[in-house]
């Protein structure tokens, strides 16, 4: 069954009820940084308001690219933190074994066949993902806590996946009812994360694994309808009256009431502003390609554009990013900045760039980036296929949005914007994007919790 709540509870605590408390898995929580970081960091700083006390499973030693110390302010001092070891290794040794040396591409040897079946046998094993290796410790943490504290629900966050396997045993000793939040299709990270098993048995294994975890579940949010329509057809197959419900990353606020530091720019250039990874279902090659064919007709103007790209981008993604310093445009490529950075970048911008590849299953994909694009006011250069996507940015900026193919739509919308001087005013008004808040997202949250807990207790299943 899939649902949509139009009315989230208000985000005050009830003054006759008793504080509930909830165990939050999330492998992605400060320290740790990235797009992931934000959901799970919002609803612990929002439920907290609403009357629930949180306690976040999260691992002591993540191997995670990135780090982002300033949103450990955002979460309230009452929160509880069990914090695991992984056995997983540092992300860099990671990264190296999951990669191919460029060298082992040109002179095969004995070593880098090896290197190779070392590397797919530990692909076979580590199912759904590496963070399985943290499965152990945090189950055991985990349980410990809850045979000492009494809570009220359990939630989890994923990818990584493993979390919802951590999530589904707990159900299973304790009895508590069990939400999964899928920040990504399953399905779809597996097709296009970088380094992830795409062989048959992997396929088969995680089928098994997403069924048993549904299974368990009592609720299912998604981040976009398209994504919990697909959910709820899999619990119907499963013979499952689960409710499925979207509720959307959204944009805190808060975030964008004080004043913010702009970063310098030259007077008379079009700053365009893209943040995030780039990898295969965020490609920059069709702006690249923009670009170029702009610059082959007018290289005066080409020569007042500045693009600027922050965030982790693929090997291949940086290659074709690099082509752009050939064009006459002013790139400026830095790798991940912390929150409060990204948003004085986007806050300096005169449009922003969303990005979304023309792949199987995209239109189902909404870039988080996207609320919090809205909620700047800056005009919106939108390279996505029609979807979902599309169909939110062409509530605000009919005008703006292009498919990937479209190479000349994406030129002309350049040109236009750097012979006029500057983009067009954004015509997106704070009541127009309220429903995208944090606070009222996190409220449709608290309506499925209470609703479950007012259900009554549950046995393991």
């Known amino acids: 069954m899939t649902t949509s709540l139009f009315a989230p509870a208000p985000l005050t605590a009830p003054a006759a009820r008793a504080r509930r408390r909830l165990l939050l898995i999330a492998y992605s929580f400060p320290p740790v940084g990235g797009a992931g970081v934000q959901r799970p960091v919002k609803w612990v700083k929002y439920l907290h308001r609403a009357g629930w006390d949180v306690t976040v499973l999260t691992p002591a030693n993540p191997s995670v690219p990135v780090r982002d110390e300033s949103l450990i302010a955002e979460i309230p001092a009452e929160t509880t933190l069990l914090r695991p070891r992984t056995w997983e290794p540092d992300y860099r040794v990671k990264q190296g074994l999951a990669g191919e040396r460029p060298e082992a591409r040109r002179r095969p040897s004995l070593t880098a066949f090896v290197r190779n079946r070392v590397k797919a046998a530990a692909k076979l094993c580590l199912q759904p993902d590496p963070q399985i290796l943290w499965v152990p410790n945090a189950v055991r943490s985990a349980s410990r806590h809850l045979a000492r504290t009494p809570h009220d629900a359990i939630v989890c966050t994923a990818p990584p996946y493993s979390s919802f396997l951590i999530g589904e045993q707990l159900k ?40 048993r975890v549904l299974a368990a579940a009592d609720a299912v949010v998604a981040t976009t309808q398209a994504s919990t329509d697909q959910l709820s057809g899999r619990l119907r197959d499963l013979g499952r009256a689960t409710p499925a419900h979207c509720i959307y990353n959204g944009f805190d606020a808060e975030d964008f009431s004080g004043a913010t530091h702009a970063p310098p720019r030259d007077a008379g250039v079009f700053r365009l502003v893209y943040t995030g990874t780039l990898w295969n279902l965020t490609s920059i090659h069709p702006l690249v390609a923009a670009v170029e064919s702009l610059g082959e007709l007018h290289s005066a103007a080409v020569a007042r554009l500045e693009i600027v790209c922050i965030g982790r981008k693929t090997p291949e993604q940086a290659a074709c990013l690099d082509r752009l310093r050939h064009t006459g445009c002013r790139l400026s490529s830095r790798d991940y900045c912390n929150h409060d950075e990204v948003l004085s970048w986007m806050h300096s911008a005169d449009a922003l760039c969303l990005l979304l590849s023309d ?29 979902e996507t599309a169909g939110l940015v062409e509530r605000f900026f009919p005008w703006g949005r292009f498919a990937p193919t479209n190479i000349l739509g994406i030129r002309n919308w350049l040109a236009e914007r750097l012979e ?24 449709l949250s608290l309506k499925i919790l209470d609703d479950l807990v007012a259900a009554g207790p549950r046995g393991g299943v």
């Open 359 to 387: 792949v199987p299953g995209a239109e189902r994909v909404v870039p988080a980036k996207l609320f919090e694009y809205l909620a700047a006011r800056r005009e919106l250069l939108a390279i996505v296929p029609d979807g």
């Open 420 to 443: 006029e001087g500057g983009p067009k005013p954004a015509a997106v008004t704070q009541h127009m994007i309220d429903e995208f808040s944090r606070e009222q997202q996190t409220g």
């Open 172 to 211: 299973r000793r304790f009895g508590l009812p069990l939400v999964l939040d899928y920040r990504d299709e399953w399905d779809l990270s597996s097709r296009y994360l970088e380094h992830a098993p795409r062989d048959g048995f992997s396929r088969f294994v995680q089928e098994r694994m997403q069924r």
